[in-house]
């Protein structure tokens, strides 16, 4: 029964492709990691290991979450979902394929493992951590995102309820209290005190982030039970998740494709205008809105500009340890340019005109290609779904930029010099982006070296003291602009940004239309593997 998908994976030209892709993307970030680490007086090991963690989870939400995600969306389903197959083992078998498909991604790693393990870098004992751990976590991860998209609104909607009550809780006492939790609690009963702060103490320790790091740091075996612990911990959810994800899989293709019709006339809903696209693009990308993350970020970037503008003045008996690790790893500059480049990851991957496949992208053409639209219709859609998505990202930066300027530590011109590298970074992004959706190639591998490869490029530049160079990759820009007094050295980066931009954009907004249609003849009546 197995055997048809993982021929079906091992096969397929595009998926082919993207695993390729992220192989190499993969090795890139590693060794960039590791360059960014060996250039560390101390702590550099557990950077390291907080890399491949990032990478791991990175993967494993586009491996498992992307795939398994998108096969619903296709009413091809439906002659599985009646086959002998039954829902629960095709959601196996393609779990297990994207399983397997990660393994492979994070084993490549190991020989740079191994050859930090000949420099005395990392230990041999820490080698099978560096390898496990990313894999058991991004499949967490990437099962996470599956079965949350496959369950009913209404539970998708109590959800989101409850996880803004756990990031508030997080910011009320991972943030502003922090090591003064014991100070807050002090009027509470001993026991309900001890309680709590043993409940707090116990979710930091069996964090994977934390685990990682001590067992990279500590003497070998220290760290063995709980790692093996938390490891347990992880398989069990993976365990549970793909029980959930197959019981739901024939559920959530009813519900998008035969739910009953529902009287929404009283119901408000934005006008569809003179740009029906546009309006299509953006209802699009609103189905899964990743509001959670948007409050993790807003939130906790609220508390920083505040702390950031109290400087000394900031109360004593609220907690400071998280700003000033913060502060020690770039401080605001650093949080503002990563919230830009987050806000830029729906353009450069273009979830609003992107389809999963090369039938539906097909059968879409199809009608598209028969109307008037031209190619400022489709840039002007794909546009409204990249900012819809990245806006609240984008207004989160911009909040911790004024509150450098309100706190003395920089001035406004900085600030809107790196508004402009910001502004110009995320139209390059879009433009790379919207080039790639019009030539049929594969977003994914683009999106994951403007967003992932650029910052590590930037960062480990910065860390070699290659400053000029570092401000002429885009990301760079954004962060140095932020930290330095504006003279003419962050001209050319900025003005690079927007010169390729604007030449991308205007060359791809003459080729637009022509290169659908050539990609609609190249594939329509083609049989697809995928």
Avoid at 84 to 90: D, E, V
Wanted: charged share 15%; with cysteine; net charge positive.
């Amino acid at each position: 029964m197995l055997l048809p998908f993982f021929r079906l994976a091992a096969t397929s030209p595009n998926r082919q492709s993207a695993f390729r892709w992220l192989v190499g993307m993969h090795l890139v970030v590693l060794t960039a990691g590791a360059a960014v680490a060996l250039s560390i007086q101390q702590g550099g090991t557990p950077l390291l290991g907080h890399v491949v963690l990032i990478a791991g989870i990175v993967e494993g939400a586009l491996l498992l979450g992307w795939r398994l995600a998108q096969i619903p969306k296709s009413q091809s389903l439906e002659f599985l979902l009646v086959s002998p197959l039954r829902p629960a083992g095709l959601f196996f078998a393609e779990t297990l394929v994207g399983l397997s498909r990660l393994a492979m991604i994070t084993f490549a790693g190991l020989p740079l493992f191994l050859l930090l393990e000949t420099e005395g870098f990392v230990l041999l004992s820490d080698v099978p951590a560096l390898m496990v751990m990313p894999w058991t976590w991004g499949a967490v991860t990437g099962l996470t995102l599956v079965t949350w998209s496959y369950e009913n609104r209404s539970i998708r909607r109590w959800g989101e309820r409850v996880v803004m009550l756990l990031i508030l809780t997080y910011l009320i006492i991972g943030v502003l209290a922090a090591e003064k939790l014991a100070l807050w609690l002090k009027d509470l009963p001993p026991d309900v005190g001890e309680f709590v702060l043993d409940g707090i103490r116990l979710m930091h320790a069996y964090s994977p982030f934390t685990v990682l790091r001590d067992v990279l740091r500590d003497p070998p075996g220290d760290n063995l039970a709980r790692c093996l612990r938390l490891e347990s911990i992880g398989l069990a959810a993976l365990a549970l998740l793909t029980w959930r994800g197959a019981c739901r899989l024939q559920g959530h293709f009813r519900d998008r494709h035969y739910l009953p019709v529902q009287d929404v006339s009283r119901q408000w809903r934005p006008d569809v205008g003179n740009k029906p696209l546009s309006w299509w693009a953006v209802k699009r990308v609103s189905e899964y809105s990743g509001k959670v993350n948007l409050w993790l970020a807003g939130g906790f970037a609220v508390l920083y500009a505040a702390y950031t503008v109290a400087g000394p003045a900031w109360p004593s008996w609220l907690g400071r340890q998280v700003f000033v690790m913060f502060d020690q790893m770039g401080g605001v500059p650093v949080l503002a340019a990563a919230l830009v480049v987050l806000a830029a990851v729906p353009a450069a991957f273009q979830y609003g005109l992107w389809d999963s496949n090369a039938q539906d992208r097909c059968r879409r053409l199809e009608l598209l290609l028969l109307t008037n639209l031209d190619a400022g219709d489709y840039w002007h859609a794909a546009a409204a779904a990249a900012w819809r998505r990245g806006r609240g990202y984008f207004a989160v930066a911009l909040l911790l930029w004024l509150s450098l300027v309100v706190s003395g530590q920089a001035g406004l011109l900085q600030i809107i010099a790196a508004l402009a590298c910001g502004v110009a970074l995320w139209g390059l992004y879009f433009a790379l982006g919207f080039r790639a959706f019009s030539r049929g190639m594969q977003a994914n591998n683009l999106g994951m070296i403007l967003t992932v490869g650029l910052p590590l490029v930037a960062c480990l530049l910065c860390r070699s003291d290659l400053v000029m160079l570092a401000g002429l990759v885009p990301p760079g820009g954004v962060y140095l602009t932020a930290t330095e007094p504006v003279t003419l050295a962050w001209l050319p980066g900025a003005v690079l940004t927007g010169w390729l931009a604007l030449i991308i954009s205007r060359e791809t907004q003459m080729q637009c239309v022509s290169d659908l249609r050539r990609w609609y003849d190249m594939h329509h009546g083609q049989k697809s593997m995928e």
